[in-house]
């Protein structure tokens, strides 16, 4: 089902009985409005299809971002925040983004951020899903561990757009000093943030 769009442009046909646009422009009328008892047809009517052509042209967008109808029905504030609506419409349909824990982050040139938590397995090749895949490219692949110490850790592609391998070493040091052996059988928590386009 298509969105109803109440507002339509007046006059906009090819041969509409309308002034010129530098007559409109050189009319002396323009500033003050029209004069009372004295009224052209053709003026008026480019006059409303100007109007006319910028309302439709407004509801077409609040429409057609949202998916909403856009009604003629006298509501104002009911207008207002449809307009807000699509705004808010397109900006997230321009910049796709999932911002929580495992999410992404697009921008308009097509670099594209994600991020996210993982559990790591030491002496392992560990897979890594990305929360979307990248269109293009991975270009950078950054990995940290959140606990309490500096573990040696690394990412690269594997010749995917939607994950990468990670290994984790297996020993490292606490911030204390004390050296820890890793196994298999124990996880790490870590961060993960990859830029892509």
């Known amino acids: 089902m298509s969105n109803q769009n109440d507002f ?9 009985n309308v002034v010129s646009q530098e007559d ?5 009328n ?8 004295k009224l052209e047809i053709d003026l008026l009517n480019k006059i409303l299809r100007q109007t006319s052509t910028m309302s439709s042209v407004m509801a077409n967008f609040m429409s057609t971002q949202c998916e909403q109808n856009v009604l003629d029905d006298g509501d104002v504030s009911g207008l207002s925040q449809k307009f807000s ?24 040139n097509g670099l594209m ?10 002496l392992a090749e560990n897979k890594v899903d990305l929360p979307i895949p990248f269109k293009n490219a991975i270009l950078n692949i950054q990995i940290i561990d959140t606990g309490y110490a500096a573990i040696p850790m690394s ?10 391998r990670a290994w984790v070493s297996g020993r490292f040091f606490t911030y204390s000093g004390d050296e820890v052996k890793l ?15």
């Open 183 to 197: 196994t298999p059988e124990m996880n790490i928590n870590g961060q993960y943030l990859v830029i892509g386009y």
């Open 24 to 28: 409109y422009q050189n009319n002396s």
């Open 113 to 122: 951020i994600q991020w996210g938590m993982y559990k790591f397995t030491p």
């Open 8 to 16: 339509k442009a007046f006059a906009i046909g090819g041969n509409a």
């Open 155 to 164: 990412g690269i592609g594997n010749g995917t757009l939607n994950s990468f």
């Open 30 to 37: 323009l500033d003050i409005g029209l004069p009372p008892n």
């Open 85 to 108: 609506d699509s705004l808010k419409c397109h900006e997230e349909k321009q910049f796709p983004n999932q911002l929580m824990q495992n999410g992404y982050q697009e921008f308009p």
